[in-house]
């Protein structure tokens, strides 16, 4: 394992979870891009899941927590194996299309969590519906998020590995 790439992915992940607590547009956070950095670049794969989540848990904390969060961390998880598909094919299209779907993702599982959990909306097939086209308007902004985020966390890990030789994966020798 390569402690100094490890510790660069952390402190990107870190300073990435950190933007949550800045004032922003509604939805438009890093979750999903970080989720899939995280698979991406992680090489072990129990870290790829738990490190991302740890600093989702703890910027969370100060956030607040509520009741569709089981719904978050599952498009979390979800996300983060979209990442595993990355690792080795990490170029523009790829992220472009995993940013997409990951966003994707997170508007369906996120507001069916709304639907189930809330009292806003009959819980019938039409109240789905309504939850869903009510969401709407936020979608724009966590699409944009996820896709901002995920060019800057690709892109600059991207750079610095062809910039310094020691963040990248050593390749085993059989």
Excluded at 46 to 74: K, N
């Amino acid at each position: 394992m390569n402690n100094s790439r490890v510790l660069i992915l952390l402190i990107i992940v870190v300073l990435a979870a950190a933007t949550r607590l800045l004032p922003h547009p509604p939805n438009f956070t890093p979750i999903a891009a970080i989720a899939l950095f995280g698979g991406s670049y992680f090489a072990d794969k129990r870290m790829a899941f738990v490190l991302p989540l740890l600093v989702m848990i703890i910027s969370d904390f100060f956030l607040g927590f509520h009741g569709t969060m089981t719904f978050v961390y599952l498009c979390f998880a979800l996300t983060v194996y979209m990442g595993f598909g990355l690792r080795g094919k990490v170029s523009p299209l790829p992220v472009l299309g995993s940013a997409i779907g990951a966003s994707v993702l997170f508007f369906i599982v996120t507001n069916f969590g709304v639907w189930l959990t809330g009292s806003w909306y009959p819980k019938t097939f039409e109240g789905l519906l309504m939850c869903y086209t009510a969401a709407i308007p936020f979608f724009h902004n966590t699409l944009a998020g996820t896709l901002v985020y995920s060019a800057v966390l690709f892109t600059g890990f991207e750079f610095m590995q062809r910039r310094y030789t020691s963040l990248r994966l050593q390749k085993v020798k059989a």
